[in-house]
């Protein structure tokens, strides 16, 4: 199997502006294609912004797995050749919506769904319906797994993603300055369990604080293929396999 270029990005979503965001995603997408990436990994609720009470307030917030507002990312995955792993509101059979990452692949079609498993305590559990099934898909004959931000800190959703034949596991997150992850967790899976790590963040201001950026990728190892850094907006690259 050839090595894949991967590309983890970050930039500041704006608060409830859903076609602003998708814009900013279409863009980086489209310039991390040309860069070589195949997949291109975001932050936690980067369709939106993390706010969860304006998510709670406004239903339009609310998206479908087909929903037309996606298009620019849809075209710009065609455009690449290059998969996106977006995250936001997305709406599930109950009364709230999962906190949701949505694949879409390099021919724009919807390559998998996963919905959070482990919601963190306070407002996600008050805003979204946690998922009940690891998230997975094939591309290239490469297997990922997906998980989001508080997922992360159970290392049993990595353990099984390493068990179940995947090599690179995709980490949406809402990382704030300072947070520990970066050191003791993101790493840390990436070397117990033989994985390729790709961490998705934010810049700017959001609910739970500051994002911290640094959006990047361990190797098996453990150690430190890529980093973003604290500040710019962008994607950084790596090659796995």
């Given at each position: 199997?050839?090595?894949?270029?991967?590309?983890?990005?970050?930039?500041?979503?704006?608060?409830?502006?859903?076609?602003?965001?998708?814009?900013?995603?279409?863009?980086?997408?489209?310039?991390?294609?040309?860069?070589?990436?195949?997949?291109?990994?975001f932050a936690e609720?980067?369709?939106?912004?993390?706010?969860?009470?304006?998510?709670?307030?406004?239903?339009?917030?609310?998206?479908?797995?087909?929903?037309?507002?996606?298009?620019?990312?849809?075209?710009?995955?065609?455009?690449?050749?290059?998969?996106?792993?977006?995250?936001?509101?997305?709406?599930?059979?109950?009364?709230?919506?999962?906190?949701?990452?949505?694949?879409?692949?390099?021919?724009?079609?919807?390559?998998?769904?996963?919905?959070?498993?482990?919601?963190?305590?306070?407002?996600?559990?008050?805003?979204?319906?946690?998922?009940?099934?690891?998230?997975?898909?094939?591309?290239?004959?490469?297997?990922?797994?997906?998980?989001?931000?508080?997922?992360?800190?159970?290392?049993?959703?990595?353990?099984?993603?390493?068990?179940?034949?995947?090599?690179?596991?995709?980490?949406?997150?809402?990382?704030?300055?300072?947070?520990?992850?970066?050191?003791?967790?993101?790493?840390v899976r990436a070397?117990?369990?033989?994985?390729?790590?790709?961490?998705?963040?934010?810049?700017?201001?959001?609910?739970?604080?500051?994002?911290?950026?640094?959006?990047?990728?361990?190797?098996?190892?453990?150690?430190?293929?890529?980093?973003?850094?604290?500040?710019?907006?962008?994607?950084?690259?790596?090659?796995?396999?």
């Amino acid at each position: 199997m050839d090595p894949m270029m991967l590309a983890a990005a970050q930039f500041a979503p704006l608060a409830g502006d859903i076609e602003a965001n998708v814009r900013t995603i279409a863009g980086l997408v489209r310039e991390a294609g040309a860069a070589g990436a195949r997949v291109v990994v975001f932050a936690e609720l980067s369709l939106t912004g993390y706010d969860t009470a304006l998510i709670r307030e406004d239903p339009a917030l609310v998206l479908t797995e087909d929903d037309p507002r996606l298009e620019p990312v849809r075209e710009a995955c065609r455009t690449a050749g290059a998969a996106a792993v977006v995250n936001g509101p997305v709406r599930s059979g109950g009364s709230r919506p999962g906190l949701t990452t949505l694949v879409i692949g390099p021919d724009g079609s919807l390559l998998t769904r996963y919905d959070k498993r482990h919601l963190f305590h306070g407002p996600e559990q008050t805003t979204f319906t946690a998922g009940t099934a690891d998230g997975r898909f094939e591309l290239d004959g490469l297997r990922f797994a997906l998980a989001t931000c508080y997922d992360n800190r159970f290392a049993e959703l990595a353990e099984r993603a390493a068990a179940d034949g995947c090599r690179v596991y995709l980490a949406s997150s809402m990382l704030e300055a300072g947070n520990d992850s970066f050191e003791t967790v993101y790493p840390v899976r990436a070397r117990e369990f033989g994985l390729y790590v790709a961490l998705g963040n934010a810049l700017g201001p959001s609910e739970v604080g500051e994002g911290g950026g640094m959006a990047g990728i361990w190797g098996p190892d453990g150690g430190r293929l890529a980093d973003a850094g604290p500040e710019k907006p962008g994607f950084v690259l790596a090659e796995v396999g």
